[in-house]
């Protein structure tokens, strides 16, 4: 009967990767200068990178609720999410945020799969997993704008954080309002089940070894192929041309032509080069400090559609399922720049 079960699921990964396959065939015999060298560093290390740290979710959420540590490292946050009735184990989910985004969403998936959690608590977890998202992303961007833009740098981050605040503020009175009556049921239940009793270490590895292959193999059928035509679309060139005509479109119509540069560079893969033509433009006093503020705000709104499915797209359709992953990320982005405009329209009239 494993055999039967197996069958399916192989011929899917084998079917998975088929498709894989032929979208870099495409890709080799389209783009002059795909390399193997350049697949080798830019699409395999990168997709081998993720479904690591997809697999190192899995087995976390999988340790850590066998283990009984889901109290633990929900103690943080429990004061945030006993308001918002999230429950501790998407508490645990969010501490997990704070160190990679890609093993807390692993978490909740396999949370979500065993029945742990509901579907509302994963998606309002999903969003509010935005907070650490933004301070694991800060070391790496904050000691660099800073210096090239100085004051204007540190308004846009004010501006960012503030609209972050906000959207986690609006889902815990969502989820403590509109969960009044759920009472996180799933989460009582488990957490008093036989099962969610420490288990040894034999049981532990027991289980892992029943539900990884099945869990990682569902995940893999979808972000391989998905990763690679991100990769192949790429490098034909689609993301630059859409940017240089979003920015074109934007300029025209919202921002003044000096702000030109700061926000084509903005839209960058690393915004490193927008905030450094930010300081430039800034000490040659063609552009003030509001300006500035304004051109990588509306640079970092109007970039999302590329970000989103060069980068993110495919570690949620792969994660959570094309559907689910597809609706989580663009309604958690939706939400992300609706906050911006709103907290950056604020600053345009009082500032």
């Known amino acids: 009967m494993s055999r039967q079960k197996a069958n399916p699921r192989n011929a899917a990964l084998f079917a998975s990767f088929a498709v894989s396959t032929a979208i870099l065939i495409f890709g080799a015999f389209t783009i002059d200068d795909l390399s193997s060298q350049k697949i080798l560093y830019r699409l395999l290390v990168p997709l081998a990178r993720l479904m690591i740290f997809i697999g190192i979710g899995l087995a976390a959420g999988e340790i850590i609720e066998s283990t009984g540590w889901t109290r633990h490292l929900s ?6 999410f006993k308001f918002g009735k999230l429950g501790n184990r998407c508490s645990a989910a969010f501490t997990t945020a704070f160190i990679s985004g890609v093993a807390a969403n692993a978490m909740l998936l396999d949370f979500y799969k065993d029945d742990k959690i509901t579907k509302k608590q994963l998606f309002l977890t999903n969003f509010v997993n935005q907070l650490p998202a933004y301070f694991l992303h800060l070391p790496t961007t904050f000691f660099i704008v800073i210096p090239l833009t100085g004051l204007a740098g540190a308004l846009y981050f004010l501006i960012t954080f503030a609209a972050t605040l906000l959207r986690i503020i609006l889902f815990l009175i969502y989820g403590h309002f509109s969960m009044t009556y759920e009472k996180n049921t799933k ?58 005509w979003l920015a074109g ?12 540069s700061v926000v084509i560079l903005s839209f960058a893969a690393e915004f490193t080069s927008g905030f450094a033509a930010a300081g430039a433009l800034l000490d040659a006093g063609v552009l003030t400090i509001k ?3 304004l051109a990588l705000l509306i640079g970092n709104i109007a970039a999302f559609p590329f970000r989103a499915l060069r980068h993110q797209l495919p570690r949620y359709m792969g994660i959570f399922s094309p559907k689910m992953g597809s609706q989580l990320l663009f309604m958690g982005q939706g939400f992300r720049m609706l906050s911006l405009i709103i907290v950056g329209m604020i600053y345009y009239y009082i500032g």
Do not use: C, H
């Open 75 to 80: 103690v943080l946050a429990r004061p945030l």
């Open 187 to 244: 989460d009582v239940s488990a957490a008093n089940s036989p099962e969610s009793k420490k288990k040894s270490l034999g049981e532990i590895l027991k289980t892992i070894k029943n539900k990884f292959p099945r869990r990682i193999t569902g995940i893999a059928m979808y972000v391989i192929p998905i990763y690679t035509f991100v990769f192949v679309i790429n490098n034909l060139g689609f993301f630059e041309f859409a940017r240089k």
């Open 249 to 260: 479109f934007i300029i025209s119509t919202f921002m003044p032509v000096e702000a030109l």
């Open 291 to 293: 300006q500035t503020v």
